[in-house]
Nanobody, 111 residues
Framework: QVKLVESGGGLVQPGGSLRLSCAASGIFLSIKTVNWYRQAPAKGRELVAT???????NYADSVKDRFTISRDHARNTVYLQMNTQKHEDTDVYYC?????WGQGPQVTVYS
């Protein structure tokens, strides 16, 4: 059974940084395409970043040049480094691989 466990959410001020982690069991993330989504109440789910099985990364225009998705093969973990954060980054963030989803840590950008 595939399980994705996320960590690293919390509070951050505008311009600050947070890093989300997505640790997997039951699957090797290094050979899979992994996505980070985010969703706020009453909004649709937005695809934020993707890393493919061969390491190609893609980003939503709203986070390009601020967020970085990466993978640690040894830890079987995918990260989302979020820099220069803005109020509009406030959302619940979900790690996803095919049909598996993380629990969705809250990220709140406040001033």
């Amino acid at each position: 059974q595939v399980k994705l466990v996320e960590s690293g959410g919390g509070l951050v001020q505008p311009g600050g940084s947070l890093r989300l982690s997505c640790a997997a069991s039951g699957i090797f993330l290094s050979i899979k395409t992994v996505n980070w989504y985010r969703q706020a109440p009453a909004k649709g789910r937005e695809l934020v970043a993707t890393i493919t099985d061969d390491g190609i990364t893609n980003y939503a225009d709203s986070v390009k040049d601020r967020f970085t998705i990466s993978r640690d093969h040894a830890r079987n973990t995918v990260y989302l480094q979020m820099n220069t954060q803005k109020h509009e980054d406030t959302d619940v963030y979900y790690c996803n691989e095919y049909t598996a989803w993380g629990q969705g840590p809250q990220v709140t950008v406040y001033s």
